[in-house]
């Protein structure tokens, strides 16, 4: 029996007019399909909740695996 991989998360700071699909292209370098955008905002919400951000607050954001070793500069 494998064990999936974990998704790894980057902490985010929201800056004001940002959207939450916006934050997760930026952290996932802007390489993000429609077909992996709904899966993404779902570990979202399950990490940080379904309310609304607000400029200031910080989050964590999923990143895909295939950009973990750019963004985590492993």
């Given at each position: 029996?494998?064990i ?6 980057k902490?985010?700071?929201?800056m004001p ?11 996932n370098?802007?390489d ?5 955008m ?6 979202y ?9 607000k400029?200031?607050?910080?989050v964590v ?6 950009h ?7």
């Open positions: 029996m494998s999936a991989p974990r998704t790894k998360f902490r985010h700071l929201y007019g940002q959207t939450v699909t916006a934050a997760i292209k930026l952290a370098r802007h993000v399909t429609k077909e992996e709904p899966g993404l905002l779902l570990q919400k399950e990490a940080n909740g379904a309310e609304n951000p400029p200031g607050m910080s954001i999923p990143i895909l695996p295939r973990e070793a750019e963004v985590f500069k492993k």
